[in-house]
C-alpha cells in the first residue's frame, strides 16, 4: 500500500518564526488533506490539496502530485500552533485515509 | 470541523459492560468512518459506511460493532473489551468517498 512519510518528526519555535513541514507519498493519490491536532486531541483540517497551492492566513500549502510531495507552510508562528500536524491521503479507488506519522510542533512565547 | 459531533466525550467502562459511541453529521453526508487513535500514533481507519451501507472493515475485532441506523447517524457498539482498546475513537464523514473528510471531537474511551 502507499506509503506516508512526514517530516521533520519534531518541531521547536520560537513564537513568531517560521516553519516548512514535508509530506512525501509513495504513489499517486485521490486525496491530500493537512490537518491539526489540538493538545485536545481535536483533528482540525486545514487544507484539502491533491494538487496546487492554497493559502488560508498564515498557512499555506502546495502540493506537487508529479514529484509525490506536499508542504505545509506555517508562518509568523503563535503558541495557539501548537500541536500535531497530520498528513493525510487516499490512492487508487480504495478510500481509506492514510496518515503520516504526524510532526509534532511545540511553540514557546 | 465541529459539524461532527460525537457522545459522549469520555467514557470509562469496565471488561464486562456493554456501551455505544454515538456519532452525527448533518452536512448532508453520505460516507462515515469510524477512526481509532491510541496515544502518539496517527489515527487508524477501523470501519467506512457509504450510502448506510458497510464498505470497508479493516479486520476489527467483533467486540465492536458498527451500526449506521440512517445517513446522519453512526453508531459503535462495544462489548467485553479489553484495556488494550482504551483510545481515543474518532468518527468522520464526508461528501462521498475520496471527497475530503471531516472529524468530530471523538470519544476518549478507558477500559478498565
Known amino acids: 500500500g502507499i506509503q506516508v512519510e512526514q517530516s521533520p518528526p519534531d518541531l521547536i519555535l520560537q513564537e513568531g518564526a517560521n516553519s516548512t513541514l514535508r509530506c512525501n507519498f509513495s504513489d499517486s493519490v485521490n486525496n491530500l488533506q493537512w490537518f491539526h491536532q489540538n493538545p485536545w486531541g481535536q483533528l482540525i483540517n486545514l487544507f484539502y490539496i491533491p494538487s496546487g497551492t492554497k493559502q488560508n492566513g498564515r498557512l499555506s500549502a502546495t502540493t506537487v502530485a508529479t514529484e509525490r510531495y506536499s508542504l505545509l507552510y506555517i508562518s509568523s508562528s503563535q503558541t495557539t500552533d501548537s500541536g500535531v500536524y497530520f498528513c493525510a491521503v487516499t490512492s487508487g479507488g480504495y478510500n481509506k485515509l492514510i496518515f503520516g506519522a504526524g510532526t509534532r510542533l511545540a511553540v514557546h512565547p | ?112
Open chain 2, 1 to 112: 470541523d465541529t459539524e461532527v459531533t460525537q457522545t459522549p466525550k469520555h467514557l470509562v467502562m469496565g471488561m464486562t459492560n456493554k456501551k455505544s459511541l454515538k456519532c452525527e453529521q448533518h452536512m448532508g453526508h453520505r460516507a462515515m468512518y469510524w477512526y481509532k487513535q491510541k496515544a502518539k500514533k496517527p489515527p487508524e481507519l477501523m470501519f467506512v459506511y457509504s450510502y448506510e451501507k458497510l464498505s470497508i472493515n479493516e479486520s476489527v475485532p467483533s467486540r465492536f460493532s458498527p451500526e449506521c441506523p440512517n445517513s446522519s447517524l453512526l453508531n459503535l457498539h462495544l462489548h467485553a473489551l479489553q484495556p488494550e482498546d482504551s483510545a481515543l475513537y474518532l468518527c468522520a464523514s464526508s461528501q462521498a468517498e475520496s471527497q475530503p473528510q471531516h472529524f468530530g471531537d471523538g470519544t476518549r474511551l478507558s477500559i478498565l
